[in-house]
């Protein structure tokens, strides 16, 4: 089973920028799909962002696409979500999750506990 952990959100004023880490750990990550996800209050779940940890292959959501980035630390275990241009509607609680494999956009099985981030007008 993986363990994910995430940092590095925080209150950010519109226009800013956040950079957050997703720390995996408990197995080998090789054929994962790993991704970053968000929730709103009152909204579904919302997916940003993947990358397949083997090749780097990324995945940007349309809604996002132009302002956040995905990359991989292969050597920290770490994925990492930039993200520029923030706005209010950014505001969310974001979550690093994993999968073996498997669409980008589909359901994933494992998550982190979730970083709030708040992007102030």
């Known amino acids: 089973q993986v363990h994910l952990v995430e940092s590095g959100g925080g209150l950010v004023q519109a226009g800013g920028s956040l950079t957050l880490s997703c720390v995996a750990s408990g197995r080998a990550l090789t054929n994962f799909v790993m991704g970053w996800w968000r929730q709103a209050p009152g909204k579904e779940r919302e997916f940003l962002a993947a990358i397949t940890w083997g090749e780097g292959r990324s995945y940007i959501e349309d809604s996002v696409k132009g302002r956040f980035t995905i990359a991989r630390d292969v050597t920290r275990n770490t994925v990492i979500l930039q993200m520029y241009n923030l706005k209010p509607e950014d505001t969310a609680v974001y979550y690093c999750?994993?999968?073996?494999?498997?669409?980008?956009?589909?359901?994933?099985?494992?998550w982190g506990q979730g970083t709030q981030v708040t992007v102030s007008s």
């Open positions: 999750a994993a999968k073996i494999r498997g669409a980008p956009r589909t359901e994933y099985n494992a």
